[in-house]
């Protein structure tokens, strides 16, 4: 079947409005099946329809290098197609992959110290202090602002003493990044909320994480850190910008790259 980008768009702003206006009760049963609803009618989509393989898993290999350590266990949330947990698995002790659409086409070859777990998009099941990194690539914006406390507070739950999380997700001052992105101004479809800086700092810091850092750069030099005011005033001047000038510049590498936010937090004692 032939991709049709504005079907897709119209599909997945239906399902998003249905997910928008629900408790958490209906969450349970809903975010696993529009998600399937929607990867079944474009099965393409877990695998990028824009990028490779070796390119996805490039930029993350490169991020989570600093991390490998055999004796660590690594979670990853919303895991798509597994490929990256299918490649770290070769750096770390175990993986467990988390995903809420069982239609998505998985990645052959099933490592031993993999587990995957399809779950409801809300309940996750790990033992208190198991998990030494948690892996969140392109979910924070996905989630339903009712379901952000009690999923960070899993989150800080399962980590060991001084654990990582690891959370990319897109900015919105260069957004909208879901398939809205042709079609409106703000975010109408997956995308329940897009952030700043200046918000993720604020909701990690609430929720009992501290060094609280951005990373930028490229997969070919690799990534460094910068300090999150520093980040939180580029946004901030940024955002001067007339609208329409910000549009122009967001497809810029140089600008896509400084908020594209990749942030790595560690759990406070």
């Given at each position: 079947?032939?991709?049709?980008?504005?079907?897709?768009?119209?599909?997945e702003?239906?399902?998003?409005?249905?997910?928008?206006?629900t408790?958490?009760d209906?969450?349970?049963?809903?975010?696993?099946?529009?998600?399937?609803?929607?990867?079944?009618?474009?099965?393409?989509?877990?695998?990028?329809?824009?990028?490779?393989?070796?390119?996805?898993?490039?930029?993350?290999?490169?991020?989570?290098?600093r991390?490998?350590?055999?004796?660590?266990?690594?979670?990853?949330?919303?895991?798509?197609?597994?490929?990256?947990?299918?490649?770290?698995?070769?750096?770390?002790?175990?993986?467990?992959?988390?995903?809420?659409?069982?239609?998505?086409?998985?990645?052959e070859?099933?490592p031993?110290?993999?587990?995957?777990k399809?779950?409801?998009?809300?309940?996750?099941?790990?033992?208190?202090?198991?998990?030494?990194?948690?892996?969140?690539?392109?979910?924070?914006?996905?989630?339903?602002?009712?379901?952000?406390?009690p999923?960070?507070?899993?989150?800080?739950?399962?980590?060991?003493?001084?654990?990582?999380?690891?959370?990319?997700?897109?900015?919105?001052?260069?957004?909208?990044?879901?398939?809205?992105r042709?079609?409106?101004?703000?975010?109408?479809?997956?995308?329940?909320?897009?952030?700043?800086?200046?918000?993720?700092?604020?909701?990690?810091?609430?929720h009992?994480?501290?060094?609280?850092?951005?990373y930028?750069g490229?997969?070919?030099?690799g990534?460094?850190?910068?300090?999150?005011?520093?980040?939180?005033?580029a946004?901030?001047m940024?955002n001067?910008?007339?609208?329409?000038?910000?549009?122009?510049?967001?497809?810029?590498?140089?600008?896509?790259?400084?908020?594209?936010?990749?942030?790595?937090?560690?759990?406070?004692?």
């Amino acid at each position: 079947m032939t991709y049709d980008k504005f079907e897709h768009f119209q599909l997945e702003r239906k399902l998003a409005n249905e997910l928008r206006n629900t408790t958490v009760d209906q969450r349970r049963v809903l975010y696993g099946k529009l998600y399937n609803d929607l990867f079944s009618s474009f099965p393409n989509i877990p695998d990028g329809l824009n990028i490779s393989k070796e390119d996805r898993l490039a930029w993350q290999l490169k991020l989570m290098k600093r991390l490998f350590d055999k004796n660590k266990v690594v979670l990853e949330i919303g895991a798509g197609d597994c490929l990256l947990s299918k490649e770290l698995a070769k750096h770390f002790r175990k993986i467990i992959a988390y995903e809420v659409a069982d239609s998505i086409p998985f990645i052959e070859g099933k490592p031993d110290n993999f587990e995957l777990k399809i779950f409801n998009g809300v309940d996750m099941k790990e033992q208190p202090s198991s998990v030494d990194i948690i892996y969140s690539n392109q979910v924070f914006e996905h989630l339903h602002l009712d379901d952000i406390t009690p999923l960070l507070n899993d989150y800080h739950s399962y980590l060991t003493k001084g654990g990582k999380l690891v959370v990319i997700t897109p900015h919105r001052y260069t957004g909208p990044h879901d398939i809205s992105r042709d079609f409106t101004k703000e975010a109408e479809g997956f995308h329940m909320k897009e952030y700043t800086y200046k918000e993720m700092k604020s909701i990690l810091s609430a929720h009992g994480f501290k060094k609280i850092r951005g990373y930028i750069g490229y997969s070919k030099i690799g990534y460094f850190a910068v300090p999150m005011p520093l980040l939180i005033l580029a946004e901030k001047m940024f955002n001067i910008f007339p609208s329409g000038l910000k549009r122009k510049m967001r497809g810029n590498s140089l600008v896509f790259n400084l908020f594209g936010m990749k942030i790595i937090a560690e759990k406070k004692d």
